[in-house]
């Protein structure tokens, strides 16, 4: 049956549009995020924009499953409760930066995409609207984020699993190390130039690395010692 | 100097906002991006922005780099000759989706960003904006993107390198045999939470994945078996 009737199915591709989604990362802390629909789904979006610091969520729906009921009544997010059908979805999407459709019925969705579609809107719909969320990591001062656009999210979440367990100990450390670098060089190095290339150099060297198996005031002084030295040489090339 | 000057400053910390910033990946084809800066920086978003399908692409400056001259010429960009102190910067913000800030003038930079914030767009600028691009890798029909919230970009690169090294062919075939698979299954497996625990199980059968050690349409025919067995057994346990 299964097997039998995608046989015939050929060579599989992937959809056409697969890279050409633009990844950023946004402050959404004071922005309007406007949720269609009550279920797990919906929970499961809610929890993730809520981990953003976004603190203007409203969820519109007949129902709304347990967790979603806890957040409302912990102050979290607004439930609004509605038919949709006989909802003014015009006027509820408008000014929203982010709208998210995914009620439990096929034909409401359609009705809803159909005007939010033509809104200032972000949409995120299943496949088919221009916003996707993803699988996100945030890991010792990294947020990494996975998507398949919308092709295959276990698939995308089995690959967040791998690549979580690639950060190490020492990636913490480094980051740490040249983010402080990053901010205290300029007050040495005005050549922007310069500071990329001492930086880089940190990031290239063996003896940087090592430094990170001691505590990170040590490795810190280490590399501060490594970097003074950089320093120094490109003083006396330049003079 | 270096050392001595930076060791009081005690502990490292990361920027308080680090993880509060939300992963989106948008379809930015249609949307309006205006970038003020013509260098080198300017260049690499243009670059980033431009592989995401976007031919709305504005560069204000006085003087543009060679690759961005080129960009035009090939007309996948506008470049708008101008002096920034005397222009209407409202105006040009007006209805863009994103204003990238990267001019070499840090007054000037400042003198856009007292606009541009207080506009619906979204700002880039630094680590000051709303919004960061990201190191990003496009694989395999994976796109993951990478960011340190601007504290280290030559961080993030380090560990775009690593992590796209992680993805294999394996993760490659699965991703798209489980793309099939989802699209196909709503014909034949109407619950949706069936459909779901179908695919789960396939990402984690070692069956399944020993199937991708032959060509494509074999292994497809493999998995297509084992999910006809499933479906199977989950009509004989609801009869």
């Known amino acids: 049956m299964f097997r039998q009737e995608s046989s015939a199915e050929g060579f599989l591709t992937l959809p056409a549009n697969i890279y050409e989604m633009f990844p950023m990362f946004v402050d959404i802390s004071a922005k309007r995020v406007v949720v269609f629909g009550g279920g797990n789904v919906a929970e499961r979006k809610v929890r993730q924009i809520l981990e953003s610091g976004c603190r ?11 967790e979603l009921k806890k957040r409302y009544r912990n102050g979290e997010i607004e439930c609004i409760k509605c038919d949709l059908w006989h909802a003014d979805i015009d006027k509820i999407v408008e000014g929203a930066f982010i709208v998210i459709i995914c009620t439990d019925d096929d034909a409401l969705n359609e009705r809803i995409y159909e005007i939010a579609r033509f809104s200032s809107s972000l949409v995120n719909y299943g496949d088919k609207g221009d916003m996707f969320m993803s699988s996100v990591i945030r890991k010792d001062g990294f947020i990494i984020a ?8 276990a698939m995308a979440r089995r690959m967040k699993r791998r690549i979580a367990s690639v950060i190490c100990d020492d990636d913490a450390k480094m980051l740490r190390i040249q983010t402080w670098l990053r901010a205290h060089l300029r007050n040495f190095v005005h050549d922007p130039n310069q500071r990329r290339e001492i930086l ?15 505590d990170i005031e040590s490795a810190k002084a280490r590399i501060a010692n ?12 330049s003079q």
């Open 226 to 237: 490594f970097v003074d030295s950089m320093i120094e040489m490109m003083q006396k090339c």
């Open 146 to 153: 996975i998507s398949t656009s919308g092709s295959s999210p």
């Open 56 to 66: 203007n969520i409203e969820v519109y729906s007949l129902d709304f499953a347990d």
């Open 200 to 214: 880089n150099n940190v990031l290239n060297s063996s003896e940087c690395w090592e430094a990170l198996d001691d």
